[in-house]
């Protein structure tokens, strides 16, 4: 599958890596040159300076292709934003993002994006823990 | 159960909220006051201001009857830290941990207290996603 990243941070780093060892084609993109560092010395993909807001960026990133688009930066506005974009302007067939906010997640998966929400998730698995 | 939770972040609290309801005993310790703000409106348990690395805050939360402790501050040595003096010098059952860092997270699970990394989990739950 031809998928595209945007967001280097801790997850999306290693979510690059996961796919590249399984021989997706991944691009990543990330407003910061710094943030690749994060990527694993053997990925074999393609790390992408830019804002995934910006089509022209998502262009080059090769959107027109992919199957899959991820939205893992920091901010939840810049993730809907993106994921928004990639849905229903490239027609990206699937597509997920990270939303820290559990009430837009809500909010937001009834749009018809998958969002997943890592506060929810986390605390629920915590929860599994301790009860087990 | 006797629970305790050290960081009322996002996770922590929703956390809170979620052993809340299902009748456990829950104190919350946060050195911020402020945070207590995230707990849900209808939060049972106890609220208390200080640090989980001080033994005597540690006491005053009940940690001597706790059956179980958690720690999901936002910085894995201090989580590292309390988890070890709640599991070490108090006994404590159950002791579970968020360690940002995955190497760390192995390093510290070889000790026999549980760490869940978020990045890690996260990126794999995101992979599933995309794959399914």
Excluded: W
């Excluded at 997850?11 to 710094?34: P, Q």
């Excluded at 990925?43 to 199957?67: N, P, Q």
């Amino acid at each position: 599958m031809n998928i595209i990243i945007m967001g280097c941070g801790r997850v999306g780093a290693r979510l690059a890596g996961l796919l590249d060892i399984e021989g997706h084609s991944v691009t990543i993109l990330d407003i910061e040159t710094y943030s690749f560092h994060r990527l694993p010395s053997e990925f074999a993909g393609t790390a992408l300076v830019g804002d995934g807001m910006d089509e022209e960026v998502l262009k080059k990133a090769g959107i027109e292709k992919a199957d899959a688009f991820v939205a893992v930066t920091e901010a939840d506005n810049h993730n809907i934003m993106a994921a928004q974009i990639a849905r229903h302007l490239f027609s990206v067939p699937k597509v997920v993002c990270r939303i820290y906010d559990p009430l837009r997640r809500e909010l937001f998966s009834s749009l018809g994006i998958e969002a997943l929400s890592p506060t929810t998730t986390f605390a629920q698995m915590l929860k599994d823990k301790i009860e087990q």
